[in-house]
């Protein structure tokens, strides 16, 4: 295995593409550059995801003009090729909501324009609450959540409703669009306080079901941020920070059925113990069923920032790296490329944001600070997003930033982060064997040939986690893949969803027949 190569490069878009690794090889840098922020000064709270389609969205909280009461919730698209924002617009308006650095409003986009997005607004004061006094603490009157979705690609939104009808007390919300266009929500909650309990709960529901609320963990961190990720198998995995009766505050993670949740279990055994909320919740990501975990722990008085991977949809996660190089704040985000590399950031003490490179190999490579030492300190949560995934050969994966500034005025700021995928591979490597275009495409299945016929094969499969479960399963395929001989045979292959169909391709037919 090579050595962990520590590589801290401060570039500008104008900087040199490459940085000397050695006598013999160049390594490749990350780069970046700002992209104009649609977001007007005073701006807060952005957050990122990306739609099936490869647009980026970008959703803020944005002070109205001539009414210092009131705020815009808005957002903005950034399509794969475009070189700008598209022209902000409004999700929803309002006074008395809850703003905090923390606790920020989010977005999840589906298919075809749908979109959905979540915001905070304070609870009413009531005197026997406060004493006759208009002030709150974060559990007293505290904040509920609102959520609005479109149809139509932003065009229109639905009048806000509730989050949940159970409780006003709503907190760290995380949205995940399934599969089926059904939106995932989970939720600290502070029921439990309000009637008197020492226990902050965790919450989900499916937005626009019936039903109650579902209890997923009994006794999590105050208020760390939540992070959902979904499977093309309709499932989706959750990561937060628990609390165990000793004071524990690890990472755990909960895997949903469709309908029901798996018991939570540790992510891993860092052992912090702290008597009171870091504020610094964990991030996931997927591609098909393989997922990246980060976070920060300060266990045994040490803060660090920890990356974790796992093959199969979060049954196990490897032993983490360590990323950090000094003195980490935490405020993680991560992505994952098709071809397995990872990328994770975080901000400094010193307000500096990074961000690191895993490779497909599971080794720390390089890392980036997005912004020159002279430059604003970057502030809030800063996310990440994926712009354009590596497509195999020499080709790049582009990033999206945002990040609060302190500069002047103070706001947010976006950035596109450019990462020579295939040029890093073959350096890392040392040899020109990137993967192609049709290596990475779908995701790989074995299985037994049962009937082939009409270009549909039907195959009996073990567990591909989040992709399938076990069973039997039709996939279309052309009709030169196999032959109706081929049935009885066992195959290696990859699969991949076509138009709303499951397709069954670069078929390998095992050399002894199955018995």
Partial sequence: MRPTLLLFAFVAAASPALFAAGPERQVPAITFQEIPTPAAPGSSGGSLVTAPDGSVWLSWLEPMAGDGSRLSLKFSTLAPSAAAWTAPRVIATGANWFVNWADFPAITAGRNGHATAVWFVSNPVLPSESGGSAVHDHHGPGYHAVVSST?????????????????????????????????????????????GRDVQQLFARVLGTDGADQPVDASVCDCCQTTLTAFPDGTALLAYRGRSSDEVRDIRHARFRGRNWDEPRPLHADDWRIQGCPVNGPQLASDGGRVAAAWFTAADNDPRVLASFSPDAGARFLMPLRLDADKPAGRVDTILLRDGAMLVSWLGVDGALWLRRITPEFTAAQSVRLGSPGASRATGVPRIALRRDYAGGRTDAELVVVAGSDGDPRGLSTLLVTVPEGALLEAERECECTPSADQLRGYPIRGTILAVESGVVRVRHPDVPGIFAAGTQDFRMASSTLAPESAGRQFLGRIEPRDGDWWLFDVRIAAIPAR
Wanted: with cysteine; aromatic share 6%.
């Fill in 151 to 195: 149809r139509d690609h932003g065009q229109t939104w639905s009048g806000p409703e509730p989050l949940t009808r159970e409780s006003n007390s709503v907190e760290f919300v995380s949205l995940a669009t399934l599969a089926d266009g059904r939106v995932l929500t989970c939720w600290l909650d502070g029921r439990a306080k309000k009637a």
